[in-house]
């Protein structure tokens, strides 16, 4: 396990600088590489969007956070998903690229809801601050994408799954972090058993 500290990334996110972003990837893939590692994972949503960056110049392959997100709502039934996370993830292409290949519908959250999540997400849940009224925002929002017709939604960040779940939410609950956990885990075992 290798990583930056969350400042390095948001300089560059915030400065929209995806190729510094990627570069940092590339720094921790390398030194993971030459400890043995045999395949790279990142948990964190947003800076997926920097992969296409990463993966030309890579020495390992990546375990791809939103594609084992789509196996997961493909394999459950899952027909049209609601999208949350950061900002910069839910104005990505990182999950509709994944769930489409996967024939699979999405929704994002609006502007106002993006803005709002984007708040909390930065100045309230990355510093463990869990206030009711952060909840009812995402509840709101998950409501909202239930009335246009997603089925299930994506907690795409990693501080989510802190203050929502299958328990508080009116839709199934995806949780991108768990996921990919139990993707590492399976291809691990599977790698040691080949």
Known sequence: MHSHSLADYMNCIYRGDWQGVADLMLLS?????????????????TIHQALPF????????????AEVVADEAAARGFRRLGLTGTRWLVESNVYPEKLTARGLGYRRPTAAERDETNRIIMEELVYAVFRPEGLRVFQQMIERMKSEGCDAV????????LIIDD??????TLDSTRLLARAVLRRAVEGASA
């Open 154 to 161: 994506v907690l795409g960040c990693t501080e989510f799954p």
């Open 54 to 65: 990463v993966t030309p110049h890579c020495p390992l392959p990546w375990l791809h956070i």
């Open 167 to 172: 328990a508080n939410s009116t839709l199934p």
């Open 29 to 45: 893939a390398d030194k993971l590489a030459g400890c043995g590692a045999e395949f790279l994972i990142c948990p964190d949503n």
